[in-house]
């Protein structure tokens, strides 16, 4: 009967202090989400959590009463169970062994192993727990609302500071992790939420720069500004654009661009109908752009680079897309971002492929840095030029094979694991 009491006391004490842990480390956000579900559970846990420091509470005195009977308990059988009945030892000794002996199983069975177990699992086990922890939270209630009027007392009376007035509010992590998980949850063929996707793209739209998302300066359609209406026509009949940058000698001097519907005003010259831009760094975090560019009422900016040269544009348009996703109308192309597996275990990657997005999906666990943001850029990065095709390149346990390449670009990649080699 003494060594089930023992066992028993243990078991609840380490239920106790895992539904302590595992209420603390638990996702508010996926808590949030089951509390709306018409289950008993749920309403359960909507009854325990509405109360934080009730719960927490009661799981404490309820812990306090295990230890207090473990206590009296272990310490008579400890000296019956392990010391010999023909032996005497002083008092000092004999205290000294029942602290050690019953200190070591408490702190090991009831409470190291059940929090890191709980707090692994605890979005698991405060579910599946729910019930046994209503009762006792029933049980203790009283005793729990006594001991939190005693401290707030305590608290407010003689230290002059406020009672507990700690909110269940959920963080902005704890809701990236939530809408992670439900996308890495979806199979592939299943198609995510329009919603759980713009929740994540707007928790990463805060950290994105202008560099991230702009259209690279060797990818623009310009005309210098003394260059023919005629010309600039026949720009845009070839490249379909709705806007066409505009430059003074250098494309590294931009000074505006010319909206296509500018053209039926029959203009004489491009400066006629040409609509000065905005300037931004690189570094520019694109929601600070989007408030620069809707406060001049302007919907194009110039990237700039550290030099003052052109790195790129940038539109609202494709600010917008990064909350909302792709934005296409009839004159838009498909761009293809060549992204395939081959039999042998190797990759196939468009060098235009961000390195945060190759990491996301394919788990390779590329370098990532401030000085480049694509596949082709970490190449250059580390090799300090533009490589030709078939060149290889060595980074850790990868191997980059470029498979295409220009003499001012590479445009396609091919990725080795080590154990291909």
């Not at 009296?72 to 030892?89: C, E, I, K, S, T």
């Not at 909302?324 to 498909?334: K, L, P, Q, R, W």
Request: net charge negative.
């Amino acid at each position: 009967m003494e060594a089930a009491i023992i066992i028993g006391c243990l078991l609840l004490s380490a239920f106790f202090s895992g539904m302590e842990i595992a209420y603390v480390s638990s996702n508010k956000v996926y808590l949030g989400v089951e509390k709306k579900q018409a289950t008993l559970v749920s309403r359960i846990l909507t009854r325990l959590t509405q109360n934080p420091s009730q719960f927490i509470a009661s799981m404490l005195v309820g812990n306090s009463v295990a230890l207090v009977v473990y206590s009296y308990h272990m310490g008579n059988a400890v000296l019956r169970w392990v010391m010999p009945l023909d032996m005497q030892f002083p008092f000092a000794y004999q205290l000294l062994f029942q602290i050690t002996i019953s200190s070591f199983i408490m702190l090991l069975t009831a409470e190291f192993i059940p929090k890191v177990f709980f707090q692994v699992y605890a979005n698991t086990l405060i579910k599946v727990l729910a019930i046994p922890a209503y009762v006792f939270y029933k049980l203790f209630y009283w005793v729990s609302k006594a001991v939190i009027a005693i401290s707030d007392f305590i608290l407010v009376r003689l230290f002059h500071t406020k009672g507990d007035t700690r909110k269940d509010f959920f963080s902005r992590g704890e809701l990236g992790v939530y809408i992670t998980e439900q996308l890495t949850g979806s199979n592939d063929k299943e198609e995510v939420d329009t919603e759980i996707q713009i929740f994540q793209n707007a928790l990463e739209f805060s950290a994105r720069k202008a560099r991230d998302i702009m259209t690279p300066r060797t990818e623009l359609a310009a005309v210098e500004i003394k260059d023919p209406v005629s010309e600039l026509k026949q720009l845009f009949i070839d490249t379909d654009y709705s806007k066409i940058v505009v430059y003074r000698e250098s494309i590294d001097d931009i000074i505006g661009y010319v909206h296509s519907f500018e053209l039926f005003k029959k203009p004489a010259t491009i400066q006629e109908i040409m609509v000065s831009i905005e300037y931004a760094p690189e570094t520019i975090f694109i929601k600070d752009l989007l408030n620069l560019l809707t406060r001049k009422r302007k919907s194009m900016a110039v990237v700039l680079d550290e030099y003052g040269g052109t790195s790129g544009i940038i539109t609202v348009e494709d600010i917008i897309e990064e909350l909302f996703g792709e934005i296409e109308d009839e004159h838009d192309e498909t761009e293809l971002f060549s992204e395939e597996q081959l039999p042998d275990g190797s990759y196939l990657f468009s060098a235009r492929l961000d390195v945060s997005y190759i990491n996301e999906n394919y788990n390779l666990n590329l370098p990532e840095g401030d000085a480049y943001a694509t596949l082709g850029g970490f190449i250059v990065h580390y090799t300090t030029d533009i490589p030709k095709a078939g060149q290889r390149l060595e980074v850790g346990n990868l191997c980059f094979e470029i498979q295409q390449a220009s003499g001012k670009k590479i445009e396609l990649v091919k990725v080795i694991l080590s154990t291909q080699k």
